[in-house]
């Protein structure tokens, strides 16, 4: 599957502050997905997006499918230290094509 | 106890030896797949099976094979390894919704 344009490709951020990143993709996706990857883990599901348009929120976080549908945003608002790790997010083509194309993930690292 | 297991989870081999990984679910998902992570290369795709009668290749399939020998197991095989296959290798299940669900992952190092 193609590449997604994920960006920044790092970040430091003082604890407390919000902080965005976002997808971007040449083509359309019928569902955006946000995981998040601990050290030595597997990555696991933030937010998932289903709709044009629609945002979601799970704590802290918030992510939006965009109008377009070829791109997709995340914002942590009031980070702290176990917000630490790397950030992907993920795209479905199709309804009829079950294979997830990444982004190459966000790493993010908070000053305490 | 963890829905996407994986074993084992640190492997050190050298090259031209066969290998085998192993990943099992209790989640009762039909969809399992086998990705790699490369460092600045997220995750790629290398084989996916819909149900145990059904595997697909993905887009870095060369020297890997798979078996899904029941519906909660998919194994994947590098039947001689090479240094450039290095890497963290992830299981994962799918389910209705497509959302995915990641094992803890294996590191492989090839010498």
């Known amino acids: 599957g193609q590449q997604l344009n994920q960006s920044p490709q790092s970040m430091f951020i003082q604890e407390g502050e919000d902080v965005s990143m976002n997808c971007t993709s040449s083509?359309?996706?019928?569902?955006w997905l946000w995981y998040k990857q601990d050290p030595g883990e597997g990555p696991v599901l933030l937010i998932a997006?289903?709709?044009?348009?629609e945002l979601t929120s799970n704590g802290r976080l918030t992510a939006q499918f965009g109008i377009t549908r070829k791109d997709s945003f995340l914002n942590i608002s009031a980070s702290i230290p176990s917000d630490v790790g790397i950030y992907f997010c993920?795209?479905?083509?199709?309804?009829?094509?079950?294979?997830?194309?990444f982004g190459a993930g966000t790493t993010v690292t908070v000053r305490a | 106890d963890a829905d996407v297991t994986q074993t084992p989870r640190n492997r050190i081999t050298k090259t031209g030896k066969r290998i085998m990984l192993e990943c099992s679910q209790t989640?009762?998902?039909?969809?399992m797949y086998w990705y790699r992570q490369d460092p600045g290369l997220g995750l790629r795709l290398i084989y996916y099976?819909?149900?145990?009668?059904?595997?697909n290749k993905g887009e870095i399939s060369d020297g890997y094979s798979v078996s899904r020998q029941a519906q909660a197991k998919f194994s994947l095989s590098l039947e001689s390894a090479i240094p450039n296959q290095t890497a963290l290798y992830f299981c994962?299940?799918?389910?209705?919704?497509?959302?995915?669900?990641f094992g803890p992952g294996t590191r492989l190092t090839v010498l």
């Open positions: 989640k009762g998902h039909d969809r």
């Open positions: 997006l289903y709709k044009a348009g």
């Open positions: 994962a299940t799918g389910s209705t919704t497509d959302t995915q669900y």
């Open positions: 083509s359309i996706f019928n569902t």
């Open positions: 993920a795209g479905q083509p199709s309804s009829n094509d079950y294979k997830l194309s």
């Open positions: 099976s819909f149900d145990v009668k059904d595997i």
